[in-house]
């Protein structure tokens, strides 16, 4: 029987790390910045006070998952995959959603 090769684990980005990543690319398309913070009534003072937040990371996420071209349009310029934003969303959102609200 041949040697059971170690399981590999997919790490996903922390909430500091995927928010960060997302303001970033939020920085460089002023009108994607725009939308977002319409859409969630946030302010740029909200953004900087609640940078290291699960609920940031959550939002951002689920702007990004709500429509597909900018979701594709963020994975191209990061290099992250649309199921690791998926994924990661899931982890944060809770249990009512799917995740476990770590």
Excluded: V
């Excluded at 909430?15 to 977002?36: C, H, K, Q, V």
């Excluded at 996420?61 to 649309?82: R, V």
Aim: with cysteine.
């Amino acid at each position: 029987m041949p040697p059971k090769s170690p399981k590999t684990e997919t790490r996903y980005p922390d909430t500091g790390e995927l928010s960060a990543t997302i303001l970033s690319w939020l920085a460089n398309e002023p009108d994607m910045l725009s939308r977002f913070l319409a859409l969630t009534g946030m302010t740029a003072g909200d953004l900087r006070g609640m940078a290291d937040t699960p609920a940031l990371a959550t939002a951002l996420a689920e702007f990004l998952l709500a429509h597909e071209p900018t979701l594709l349009a963020f994975c191209n310029a990061t290099g992250l995959s649309p199921q690791t934003i998926e994924a990661t969303w899931q982890k944060l959102s809770g249990p009512y959603y799917g995740g476990t609200g770590a």
